[in-house]
């Protein structure tokens, strides 16, 4: 498993039906959670590093549509973290008082501070979404916004953020099977809104709008697109990328500032 | 293994030294992983009912010396939780911002929401405890603080809010044991504070404002004394109180506010 080969390349455009959504890696079921297993031991190493050192900050963005698996994916992948070094930012529609400052206003106050990991559950990425489909704003509109999240995600990450865009791709079967499991036990009831059904209907407008979002792929602020119709498939693969980058931004541990050998304790 | 044994009655004084520091309630090691981890599925569960109902909160808070355990018990017993439904809030020495609020100011402030479990890594009771020792503050303001801290309490509350209070209980000897073992190992040194040992020379003053602030145990806000010289039976004690609150707080699956049977998923 390459995990590169689900990263969306810089400059290029998407075309998300040549992007699998049913991907097994060619594992087994077993075999992959076996190996989820193993990366979630790392990522909570590799997280005191981060935490120890206190320099740098990964922010983790997921988008997906409604039973995408951005939940399971916070439960499943972010709750092998130390909950003290993890803040989940769940962007909902936005407040009276949010709608009263530009776009990023309420996901920069949400930025992970040096040696924590943010978690964007939904995130900056819906203003150029579910706004475009609903026609609340228009394609120019659209293409400032995206402008800006790119100066913005710049601004990140030269302050030492690195940052991981996830689009969990599942197709429009496996998203009829996660509603219809929502309205058959009364435990998901809570789960189900019925104005997902409307979103629903707008599939392909969707699917174009998430391709714009795409594009805004760099080296510093990748996307990848992840094949979530499995879920197991969905966990591993996250977890190897967000282990992979964490390793490679090298968190060291602190130097001490005394000398160990020196100090007695009574 | 009976958790209201622990528990701090109400209306009582409390003597430090009456309480065990190094109990395993009857257990090998082996038997209280392994309940442990029954107990942690149970809270994973209990979680997913408060936060789907949304109508009531819980907020852990923890105190103890250094290297009492708080961190380890962040990491092993908070971490059951699924991270969207857990907020941690570490108290450090308040900013100049706060200093120039009254000390519940900043508390408040992290207070969980309805369907939301926090905890405070350190909390209000610092403001009646290192201050004490450190005659920051006279008895006659500690006094003061402490109904203020009463007050406080009753009115998370009353807006649905349980509070659990645990006081992470070690011997001189095993915080000693844990410091050094800070000094014996460079992953560990970015742990050690130098400044710790000077707080161990006043272990007997904290000692007697830690009594003190034991007196704030109500039926609805109960300090807990954990004995925490054994890492596995505190968290294995820390569990069991946990899941019986949530437990006890009967928190329901809302009802659905539409008839599943008449939806079709097209």
């Known amino acids: ?150 100066h913005f995600e710049s601004l990140l990450t030269d302050g030492g953020t690195r940052i991981l865009k996830f689009y969990l791709h599942v197709s429009k079967e496996e998203q009829k099977a996660r509603l219809q499991d929502r309205l058959d036990d009364p435990a998901k009831h809570w789960k189900f809104n019925p104005a997902d059904l409307t979103e629903r209907a707008r599939w392909d407008e969707y699917t174009r709008v998430y391709q714009d979002a795409l594009t805004t792929s760099t080296e510093s602020a990748p996307w990848y697109v992840i094949p979530a119709d499995r879920k197991w498939f969905r966990n591993l693969l996250i977890s190897r990328v967000v282990l992979d980058t964490l390793q490679g931004m090298h968190p060291q541990f602190p130097k001490a500032t005394f000398d160990p050998k020196e100090i007695e304790i009574e």
């Open 1 to 150: 498993m390459n995990p590169d080969k689900y990263r969306v390349k810089p400059g290029g455009s998407v075309n998300l039906s040549d992007w699998d959504t049913n991907d097994d890696g060619g594992l087994s079921k077993d075999e992959g959670r076996t190996l989820t297993d193993e990366l979630q031991l790392g990522l909570a190493d590799w997280q005191e590093r981060l935490n120890a050192e206190g320099r740098q900050s990964l922010l983790i963005v997921l988008q997906a549509r409604d039973a995408g698996g951005k939940d399971g994916t916070v439960k499943h992948v972010m709750g092998a973290f130390n909950p003290n070094g993890v803040q989940i930012a769940n962007f909902k529609v936005p407040t009276e008082e949010e709608r009263g400052h530009d776009f990023l206003w309420r996901v920069h106050q949400r930025a992970p501070r040096a040696g924590q990991i943010g978690v964007f559950n939904r995130s900056h990425y819906e203003d150029v979404l579910v706004t475009r489909v609903h026609s609340m704003i228009d394609d120019s509109t659209a293409d400032r916004r995206l402008s800006h999240i790119r």
